[in-house]
């Protein structure tokens, strides 16, 4: 067995409009481009998200820009801010609203690892509670390094066993070539040059 | 009428008002802060409670303090109360029943200070959930917080540990020569003076 496996809709018989591919490619493919997410916006990264929505930088180039609001309809939940362990219950709950598959990203150094507040009332990272996929450096992350933590979220899921995830009881999907683990982003965007 | 005149004819008055950069400061005898604080709003127009919070003078006798923030907009003017409550009756009356905005700031002070309020509508812990059995405002707790259950949620399975405080980036040390001395270290005093208080 190869090491990477072909993925995608990469083959095409010409002039007939036919297109081979397997189910777990095609189901893959269309997950990825419709990653909704669900913006957990508690603090400052929150606004920053906001950025990432808006026309400049633009989500939905990406297939991501249907924020649902309620955890029934989305795929990802972008946790952007400080969670203090009074709304960790919260955040918790909508988590588990959220219908399978999903997945979670802690965006910003406060839902990473609690950022700056060591403090009594600061969830010392959302990983704590929530099954993190990716975590974006910054305080608040660049909207690059977000689309950044969203490609890679999505090349991920390309490499899920779509179909078989199905009969799994396992959260997450089992992949195809690398096994899953969570995604770092540094986000180091800082301008090259001078200013 | 005028602040003198005012502060003249408040109930429960303890000495003499101190003025501070044209802030006006008065103590009270907390036995009559809710007749002081209807006195003020009914008769001197002193209709907004801007602010009420506690204040822990840790290692003074009596320890707590509360301060009332209040505005009379008509008069344009501004008042502070001040209540001294010791550490082994943190029981005041609640003012709730003068300005209903008292009512959330009550209970913070309760929840940061466990300070309580009598007569208080709904005297439960605003800012930190129900439950938690510490007072973190307080200065013997240490800012890491202590160890304590947090139920329904899934944190550390139910477990609320202290943050990794070493190097943390909080208590800047003042007048140091550098700024590498003067870069923020954590104070452990306070978690140690709670140690010790725990432990004899």
Not at chain 1, 60 to 68: I, L, P, W
Not at chain 1, 88 to 110: L, S
Not at chain 1, 138 to 152: N, S
Not at chain 1, 162 to 167: D, H, Q, R, Y
Request: hydrophobic content about 40%; charged content about 25%; overall charge neutral.
């Amino acid at each position: 067995m190869s090491e990477r496996v072909e993925l995608g809709f990469d083959q095409k018989v010409e002039s007939r409009d036919i297109i081979i591919t397997r189910v777990d490619a095609a189901v893959d493919w269309m997950r990825k481009n419709s990653v909704w997410p669900l913006p957990m916006g508690l603090a400052c990264c929150g606004i920053e998200l906001m950025a990432v929505g808006a026309s400049r930088f633009d989500i939905a180039r990406f297939g991501a820009e249907v924020m649902r609001f309620s955890p029934r309809q989305s795929d990802l939940m972008i946790v952007a801010g400080t969670c203090v362990y009074k709304m960790a219950g919260v955040v918790r709950r909508v988590w588990d609203q959220m219908a399978q598959p999903k997945y979670c990203m802690a965006m910003g150094a406060c839902a990473s690892t609690g950022g700056m507040y060591r403090s009594y009332a600061v969830v010392q990272g959302v990983d704590r509670f929530l099954p993190v996929d990716v975590y974006i450096s910054g305080c608040p992350p660049r909207p690059e390094a977000v689309l950044e933590g969203l490609m890679a979220l999505q090349n991920q899921i390309q490499q899920e066993a779509a179909i078989k995830g199905m009969k799994s009881s396992e959260r997450s999907a089992p992949t195809y070539g690398q096994p899953r683990g969570p995604i770092i982003i540094r986000g180091d965007y800082a301008p090259k040059g001078k200013a | 009428m005028t602040l003198a005149t005012v502060i003249e004819k408040l109930p429960g008055r303890i000495g003499e008002p101190v003025e501070f950069r044209g802030e006006t400061t008065v103590g009270i005898d907390r036995t009559q802060i809710v007749e002081a604080c209807r006195y003020l709003k009914a008769d001197c127009g002193f209709d907004m409670l801007v602010d009420l919070s506690g204040v822990d003078n840790y290692g003074t006798d009596p320890r707590f303090e509360v301060v009332y923030e209040l505005c009379s907009l008509a008069n344009r003017s501004h008042l502070r109360l001040k209540i001294s409550i010791s550490e082994d009756d943190l029981l005041v009356d609640s003012v709730t029943g003068v300005w209903r905005t008292a009512d959330w700031h009550e209970r913070e002070a309760f929840d940061m200070f466990g300070i309580r309020f009598r007569n208080h509508p709904n005297l439960k812990r605003i800012l930190m959930w129900d439950g938690y059995p510490y007072h973190p405002l307080r200065k013997d707790f240490p800012l890491a917080g202590l160890p304590a259950e947090l139920p329904e949620t899934a944190v550390d399975a139910g477990k609320v540990n202290s943050a990794a405080m070493h190097g943390g980036p909080f208590v800047t040390a003042p007048g140091a020569a550098t700024s590498a001395k003067r870069e923020p270290r954590q104070n452990d005093t306070a978690a140690e003076r709670f140690e010790k208080k725990g432990s004899s």
